[in-house]
């Protein structure tokens, strides 16, 4: 009873569909490699806004506590602490400004 004959023949892949996967696949590349991040690990920008967030912290901070200690040697509560904040903002923008002005690196 098998010994028919399908009544359709199989289609025959057309080499217009080959050409058009082809081409497909082409552009699949090409938008995987244009959407692949140009710079591994850290960006520029997030480092430089890092080091700026460190050293405001940090300036502020270290003027803080040499203030304290200033006021515990000497017992001049609270003028140490306050003269030390002010030494400690000031020296926190000079380093975010310095860091600001200089050139970027190259990554390469």
């Not at 080499?15 to 699949?28: F, S, V």
């Not at 430089?48 to 203030?67: E, T």
Request: glycine share 10%; hydrophobic share 45%; charged share 30%.
């Amino acid at each position: 009873m098998r010994d028919e004959k399908p009544a359709r023949e199989p289609i025959v892949e057309d080499a217009r569909i080959d050409a058009l996967e082809a081409r497909l696949k082409a552009a699949r590349e090409r938008e995987e490699q244009r959407n692949r991040p140009k710079v591994q690990g850290a960006d520029a920008n997030y480092r430089s806004g890092n080091r700026v967030l460190a050293d405001l912290i940090g300036g502020i901070l270290g003027g803080c506590v040499i203030g304290w200690a200033f006021d515990a040697l000497f017992e001049s509560s609270p003028w140490g602490l306050l003269v030390g904040l002010f030494f400690g903002i000031v020296v926190a923008f000079r380093n975010i400004i310095r860091a600001t002005n200089k050139a970027p690196e190259d990554p390469q």
